[in-house]
């Protein structure tokens, strides 16, 4: 799907599964992980995934987390109530419930999904070391740019 809309993402995401918080599992405490992590249950604190940019977070639909959530790759069919920062992308799948603001690259959101917060998009870097100068709204529109 990406690739037609003439996007690919930088990193691919993880396609394993090496942690598993079980449905009748409730966790209290931050996590902090690489690799893969589907949650079933609930978790009361944050979720970060460390270092490794592949790194991808599962919520199933009957999953809630109370925290944070930083991770490049999220795929969420449950509810999260804090902010979620998607370094890469992140689904919405159609029971998906996020109460917070969403910073994201790329995402992907099913009839269905619900967001209560701001919408954020990461600027993406195409340019690197090119830098434009906005003129502000005090400036005369006679002067000329640096």
């Given at each position: 799907m990406l690739s037609a809309l003439g996007k690919t993402p930088t990193e691919k995401p993880?396609?394993?599964?090496d942690t598993l918080i079980g449905a009748k599992t409730d966790l209290k405490g931050d996590i902090v992980f690489t690799?893969?992590?589907r949650v079933d249950g609930k978790v009361r604190g944050n979720i970060t995934a460390k270092g490794d940019a592949n790194s991808t977070l599962v919520l199933s639909e009957h999953a809630m987390v109370?925290?944070?959530?930083t991770v490049?790759?999220?795929i969420?069919?449950?509810t999260i109530k804090g902010n979620v920062r998607a370094a890469e992308r992140i689904e919405l799948q159609p029971k998906a419930e996020i109460s917070g603001d969403v910073y994201y690259k790329v995402i992907e959101m099913s009839l269905g999904a619900v967001i209560n917060g701001n919408l954020l998009r990461e600027a993406v870097e195409v340019n690197k070391g090119t830098v434009t100068?906005?003129?502000?709204a005090s400036e005369g529109s006679s002067e000329a740019e640096d």
């Open positions: 993880c396609n394993t599964i690799g893969g992590l109370t925290g944070n959530v490049p790759h999220i969420t069919n449950g100068r906005l003129k502000s």
